[in-house]
Structure formats: structure tokens, C-alpha cells
């Protein structure tokens, strides 16, 4: 009973942050709107996909707490697997604060000579090339872990890459749109808008996940894998997850 509670309140712990995450976010959002219309600018502070703006360094913040909840989570279960998880989220941190993929495009544009294709741009392909060399990094580091990993850890590192693709496809996907028929003012700002906006909302959902995780000490933050999946592919990817031997959650 007591236990029942307890789990209870912490449910109710993380919903009530994911709810002041996602009012901040709506806030970010309505700001944005509101510069853009009233004044017919769009305000470096106040448009969430400017660098620097309030909007970003909002996403800084909350990136920044998955990198220390991640560190935490090591020390909790003594699974180094989330070093993997580490790795990631202090990349997205360090690629928006200092616009990696960004620069390190900008760069493979010049030195590989990179041509436009397909509507876009020399630069856009470079950046494309420097998430794909990230993403090949990070994943081979994610595979390794998996393999060595608990079911727990495992059923976890579903979640959290089921939400993470979330954010991708609109940090690469939607990007990728915004690049090829982002012309226009209006057009850019509405590609510009869901692109930043989506990235926002994706980075809450993480955010609520891994704090709701780390309060009931990672042993069952709830599988969203099972809520999402069709009850049968649920059940081949239960087997799939427990199927190491000698491995137990």
C-alpha cells in the first residue's frame, strides 16, 4: 500500500514538471508569435530559432539536466551502458550551444567541395554529413551498450530512442525541409516555427522521462515501447530485449 502511494506521488512529480515544461515551451511559442506580428520583425531574443534567443537556451537547460540526470543514473544502477545516453545528450548540448553541425558543415562544404543537390545547398549537405559521422559515433557506442546491457537498461534505451527519434525528425527532417523550401518570409517562418517548436516539445518529453525514471531509481519508469507497438511486435521485442542469458532487469 504504502509502496503503491509512494509510486503515486511520483508519477504525479513528473507530470507536474512535464506540465510547467511544456506551459514554459507553449510561453517560448506564444512569445514568438507575438514579436513577429506586432512588430514585423523577428526578434533575435524573442523567435525560438535564433541561436542565443530565450527559447534556446531554455533547450541548454533542459539538455543539460538529461546530461546530469544520465551522469546520475550510472551511479544509481552501476550500469555504464548510460554512458552511451552521456554522450548523447552532452553532444546535443554542445552542438546547440556552439553550433557544430553548423560550422563543421560549413567547413566539409569548402574542403570536400561539396556540390548542391537535389534543391540544397553545399552547406546543408555538409551538415547532413556531420550528423551522419556523429550519429555513426554515438550509435556504435548505443549498440555496445545494448549488448552489454541489462533488460532494464535495455527496455529503458527503447524509450528514450523512441522519443530521441522524435527529436531527430525535426532537427534533421524538418531542418532538411526548412533548407529546400524554406523561400519565402512566411514559408520560413512556419518551417522555421514547427522545426524549433518541435525540437522544444521532443527535448520535454525526454526531460519528463528521464526524471520520472530517476525518481522511482530507474526500476520501472514505464515501458512506452509497449504502449506504442502492437501488443504481438511488443511481445517479440519483449523476447528480443530478454534474450542475453545470464542477464536479468
Known sequence: MLL??????????????????????LVFFGVHFASAILTGE????????????YGEIFQYIKEFWLTLLMINAIR???QRGYYAWVMIFLFTLCDDMFQIHEYGGDWLAMQLYAASAWGIKAQDVGELKVFAIAGVVLMAFMLAALWRGSTTFRRVTLDLLMLFSVLVFFAVFVDLMHAVWGIGKLKSFVLATIEDGGEMIAMSLLLWYVFRATEVRWQAPGNLYQMVL????????????????????
Not at 4 to 14: D, G, L, P, T, V
Request: aromatic share 8%; proline share 5%; net charge positive.
Open 4 to 25: 503503491n502511494k509512494m509510486q503515486s506521488a511520483q508519477i504525479s512529480i513528473a507530470s507536474t514538471l512535464f506540465f510547467l515544461l511544456l506551459t514554459t515551451d
Open 42 to 53: 523577428r526578434h533575435p531574443l524573442f523567435s525560438i530559432d535564433f541561436e542565443r534567443s
Open 76 to 78: 544509481v544502477t552501476g
Open 230 to 249: 502492437p501488443t504481438g511486435l511488443a511481445a517479440r521485442v519483449d523476447a528480443l530485449i530478454a534474450w542475453r542469458p545470464g542477464r536479468v532487469g
